[in-house]
């Protein structure tokens, strides 16, 4: 099977992440935090290491880095833990249902409202767009970071400026970004940072990261044992304490390690610039075929994640996927969690089939996906 899914989660994963999780499993069994007992003081030494791999990457304090469950419980901490009742809060048109269903979950039960800014083409567009939704309530702009549908880049540097500028907190959601391009929470004025460990990162599947950036207080979405002041009855108000309840996952965490070990050994500008040119090479290539549609208008270096939406003739996307399926290729298609951007794009009723590769991905197979292409597209049923 030819891999091109890899934006939902990659695939393969390094070697070096399947031999973390071995080690996870056969030489770090203890329960980090639980006991003084040698075996799970090395199971933290090690995640702590992991901790601060990942502090180093993002350039944040090593105390500020939890792990969680995915990106999505990763959004809900950062969601609802900053949001009180009657704050406002802003999203973008793009945002995944893990963005927009926990603010709709606090707008419901009558606690927040909120309003969606359109995104546009023109990056100073989409900025006055948010900036003429900030009300005297808003307590907040949450936006992904690139579209999980089409691979929109979205400009978080002037993002996070205007939310310094209205002293507002700044939750960006990194699920298509963390791993390809770089990210300084410093540099672009990233208060809350939500990515998952299994996507570019090259971690597995169940393990997410939040960094915080002069966050001092977050409300908590889940309270349990922290291994830490367990003679309070009250969830410790430190961090990352705070916010990890619960035995970790030692596992995912390890493999999140050896995932960014992975990354720069080789240099993080090499994985996009891999990845890019794959795009690029498929993006002329259906731009060429007169019954493919494309939904990004100019597909530009550094300007979009490694993501190519497309649909043939007026068929949904569903079954353009099925086929390709039978033809050996995995592709998702559907609205990917994502109906507002669909509703944006006009594609709800249909979908959009995306195209996602990765570091391992190879020229021939993305020559293979394109001829496959051009046979469908030939195919006068569809």
Do not use: W
Request: proline share 3%; aromatic share 8%; hydrophobic share 35%.
């Amino acid at each position: 099977m030819l891999y091109f899914d890899n934006a939902a989660t990659t695939f393969p994963k390094p070697q070096s992440v399947i031999n973390a999780v071995n080690s996870a499993l056969i030489n770090y069994g203890g329960n980090p935090g639980r006991a003084g007992h040698n075996m799970a003081m090395r199971v933290s030494e090690k995640i702590f290491s992991v901790r601060r791999t990942v502090a180093k990457f993002f350039n944040a304090d090593v105390e500020n880095v939890t792990f969680t469950q995915n990106c999505t419980m990763s959004l809900n901490i950062a969601i609802k833990g900053i949001l009180n009742d009657g704050d406002h809060i802003l999203c973008s048109c793009l945002e995944h249902n893990s963005v927009i269903r926990p603010i709709v979950k606090l707008y419901n039960d009558g606690k927040i409202t909120y309003d969606i800014a359109t995104v546009y083409e023109n990056d100073i567009d989409t900025i006055n767009s948010f900036k003429l939704l900030i009300k005297e309530n808003t307590k907040a702009i949450v936006c992904t970071h690139a579209s999980n549908v089409t691979g929109h880049k979205m400009p978080i540097k002037q993002l996070g400026k205007l939310c310094k500028d209205y002293g507002l907190i700044f939750i960006v959601d990194a699920a298509q970004t963390a791993g390809v391009f770089p990210i300084d929470i410093q540099e672009n004025n990233i208060n809350i940072l939500c990515m998952p460990g299994h996507k570019s990162l090259y971690g597995i599947t169940g393990s997410g990261i939040i960094v915080l950036n002069h966050i001092n207080k977050i409300n908590t979405i889940l309270e349990g044992g922290t291994g830490s002041v367990s003679v309070e009855l009250s969830q410790p108000d430190f961090f990352p304490d705070r916010l990890e309840s619960g035995t970790s996952n030692t596992a995912g965490i390890l493999s999140i390690g050896a995932g960014i070990d992975f990354i720069n050994q080789i240099g993080l500008e090499k994985f996009y610039s891999h990845e890019y040119k794959l795009c690029d090479y498929v993006y002329n290539k259906l731009s060429k075929i007169e019954n493919v549609k494309l939904y990004t208008k100019n597909y530009q270096l550094k300007q979009n994640a490694p993501i190519i939406a497309f649909n043939i003739g007026a068929e949904n996307s569903d079954k353009i996927v099925g086929i390709l399926n039978n033809m050996n290729c995995a592709l998702r298609g559907g609205l990917h969690c994502s109906p507002l951007a669909h509703e944006y794009y006009g594609t709800i009723n249909t979908g959009m089939a995306r195209f996602s590769p990765s570091i391992f991905t190879r020229e021939q197979e993305v020559e293979q996906f394109v001829k496959n292409i051009q046979i469908i597209s030939k195919n006068k049923s569809i």
